[in-house]
Nanobody
């Protein structure tokens, strides 16, 4: 059974940075695809970045490309989301999630089997 726990959210001014962490436990095969999502109340959850934990390959949504970086520290079983040049529209609850390995590791929520509890990011102008 996989468990995910996010940390690192907070409040920053526009142009600032935050580093979010997603610490995982459980079967490594079941968490080979980790995706960062964000959600604003009343809007659909948006996948913003993903990483294959076995290869380190990454993919980003257009909305964050060039500003956000997803990385990992395998020794700590942790995936990071470095968010730079933050904008007020990045304000959201951020979640990490693990996808069933047989699903395509894209930015959709299809095949997600485990969600973290979320961490709030607030960007003021």
């Amino acid at each position: 059974q996989v468990q995910l726990a996010e940390s690192g959210g907070g409040s920053v001014q526009a142009g600032g940075s935050l580093r979010l962490s997603c610490t995982a436990s459980g079967n490594p095969y079941s968490r080979k695809c980790i995706i960062w999502f964000r959600q604003v109340p009343g809007k659909e959850r948006e996948g913003v970045a993903r990483i294959y934990t076995d290869s380190g390959m990454t993919r980003y949504a257009d909305s964050v490309k060039g500003r956000f970086t997803v990385s990992q520290d395998n020794a700590k079983n942790t995936v990071y989301l470095q968010a730079d040049s933050l904008k007020p529209e990045d304000t959201a609850m951020y979640y990490c999630a693990a996808k069933i390995p047989t699903y395509e590791c894209d930015l959709s929520s299809a095949g997600i089997h485990t969600w973290g509890q979320g961490t709030q990011v607030t960007v003021s102008s």
